[in-house]
């Protein structure tokens, strides 16, 4: 039987919990009738609930991850995860973009573990403008959206980084709006949550760009790949009352 599932690439961390990074990311790809592909960007020493240490993989170790399997699988949309920094962020993206140059980045700008640990100190805007440049979206939640800009609330961080590439902004940390994500594309879309009874996942954020790369993947426009993500992410909230979320068919 001929391969007919489109291709979608991760790279993110590898938690052993399989709650979040690369493995969640997997999962998500699977249900979604997606073939993932899995780069490793670090290895976490971490559970549902409790985050030990990070090692992390150099730019070349991931990108000799990457490269055989561009050569041999048409892969157009990639999801990033966690990276040491900017500076490696910025070399795999160049890279990619060499390899592939038509490929779509999707990028979950984790900057700290839903555990605690945090990832990065904060660089310069200017840093990550010159980055998101490259990038076809990006889905930070409204303390990453302010941290990474350095503006005082999540939609003015938002606006800003919408004249780089597209934003998702997630309304989990939202005061104002809560669960109400917004997508910043040619116009402001609001996403409003269903009605569940959602429980905290570690990983969640993860899934939810997974799931929206999955479905743009299969060719859906942002806006509907960002809805059915979301619907998508609801359902694993929904799943149980741990940490841990399970994964469903749609």
Request: with cysteine; charged share 15%; glycine share 8%.
């Amino acid at each position: 039987m001929r391969q007919h599932r489109p291709y979608a690439l991760s790279i993110a961390g590898l938690d052993p919990s399989a709650g979040a990074g690369l493995l969640a990311d997997i999962k998500t790809f699977e249900q979604q009738q997606v073939y993932g592909l899995g780069v490793a960007s670090a290895i976490t020493m971490q559970t549902g609930t409790r985050f030990n240490s990070v090692s992390w993989l150099s730019s070349a170790h991931i990108l000799d991850q990457v490269k055989p399997l561009l050569e041999e699988y048409p892969v157009t949309y990639c999801k990033i995860g966690i990276m040491e920094n900017l500076a490696v962020l910025q070399e795999v993206i160049t890279q990619l973009l060499n390899w592939q140059p038509g490929m779509k980045i999707i990028l979950d700008p984790v900057l700290k573990a839903s555990a605690g640990y945090i990832f990065h100190k904060q660089p310069h805007w200017q840093q990550w403008a010159n980055l998101l440049k490259s990038i076809y979206l990006v889905t930070p939640n409204y303390n990453e959206a302010v941290q990474l800009t350095g503006l005082p609330d999540g939609h003015s961080a938002a606006l800003q980084i919408s004249q780089c590439c597209h934003v998702l902004l997630k309304g989990g940390h939202n005061p104002a709006n809560p669960g109400v994500d917004k997508l910043y594309a040619d116009t402001v879309t609001d996403i409003r949550p269903g009605n569940i009874n959602a429980f905290p996942k570690h990983g969640s954020g993860c899934v939810l760009s997974a799931a929206i790369t999955a479905m743009l993947a299969k060719g859906e426009p942002l806006a509907t790949a960002c809805i059915n993500g979301k619907a998508y992410t609801e359902k694993l909230l929904a799943s149980n009352t741990g940490m841990l979320g399970y994964h469903s068919i749609i």
